[in-house]
């Protein structure tokens, strides 16, 4: 659990809350990354789930992509990341879901080729931020239209005061978050769940 | 050089030449990511700049960004990544640079946090393509811009046959890409510069 110590000692430390029921961590998570960090929280995810057959990691761009990556070389799997906009190079088949974003006000089309997430996947999706659980609402319904398993949740910061961890822990899904925020405010600071 | 032998290997074997020129590898770099590759070639990059005082590795969102935390990982040292759109919780204090995507056909104002990126910094840049080095040279203006220095770009796959990197390596800058393609097209296939 030194994972979870560091964490919430870093958020402590480095976060800021702001107006708005944001809270600021680019210093460490999704901007500017502690690649340390994101390792030890990898290897606190293969402690939770090792021995779940998971053979892959799904995620969403771009701030989850890093702690996924780190996550999916510590469970020697390949990661797939989620993507928002249709390139030029993402094969026309895919499978897509509806992802409103809390931090950029907009609601996103995220998509993943069908190529790549099938019926034999058994599948962690890992994310940096769980808060309405819009995302990995999203990312749940990619996998099984796909036919996969989701063998569950991995993400580093829950904002328990918000419902989507509770909603989707409600439908039967495994979620681990590290560090819970219990309540978060600018004048009163961060308090976590204990 | 396993890495290099490993990424050739895997770019015949899984990589398709698509019209106008685009390689799809999105099997296993920007899509989906065998980590197990990246960490090799975040290996590569340790082997070719160990020693030149890295503090920090820069990349853009989002297909750089699993390569550059598995690079930041190896060096011991923070990945910042620079984003492509304004959110909520970004600083508004930031550096930018407008960047042409080759891949989209669309310009990119891409930016970091002032917070991030400074004169003390000795920077790798990394990235998963050079081809017209559009992304590169928005990068390497982020860093110096900030009165950083760029000690140079370590890149997975070079069109060789663009004049991206010739152009930025006559700048002085040293690049180096583990894969780098002389000529490909549908009809005759896949030939790296030997």
């Known amino acids: ?25 680019d210093s460490f998570l999704n901007h500017q990354i502690d690649t340390r960090l994101s390792y030890e929280m990898a290897r606190e995810f293969y402690n939770l789930f090792a021995g779940c057959g998971i053979n892959k990691i ?10 996924a990556c780190l996550t999916g070389y ?14 030029a190079n993402i094969s ?16 996103n089309t995220v998509m993943v080729s069908k190529e790549y997430l099938g019926s034999g ?3 962690l999706i890992v994310d940096d931020f769980l808060a309405t659980g819009a995302a990995l609402e999203g990312l749940i319904k990619l996998v099984e239209t796909a036919g996969g398993t989701v063998v569950g949740c991995g993400v580093a910061i ?12 409600s439908r039967g899904y495994r979620v ?6 219990a309540s978060m405010s600018e ?4 308090e976590f769940c204990r």
Chains 1, 2 share one sequence.
């Open 176 to 181: 681990e978050s590290l560090a819970r925020i």
């Open 1 to 25: 659990v030194i994972a979870l110590q560091l964490l919430e000692e870093r958020i402590l430390r480095d976060g800021q809350v702001k107006a708005g029921g944001i809270l600021k961590v």
């Open 121 to 123: 996947d058994r599948v």
């Open 92 to 107: 026309a088949d895919v499978y897509s879901a509806q992802v409103p974003s809390f931090t950029h006000g907009n609601v």
């Open 74 to 87: 510590v469970f020697g799997c390949p990661v797939l990341f989620a993507k928002k906009s249709r390139s």
């Open 158 to 169: 829950e904002k328990a005061f918000q419902n989507g961890g509770e909603l989707i822990r």
């Open 58 to 67: 799904l995620t969403i761009e771009a701030s989850g992509i890093g702690l």
């Open 187 to 190: 004048s009163d600071g961060i």
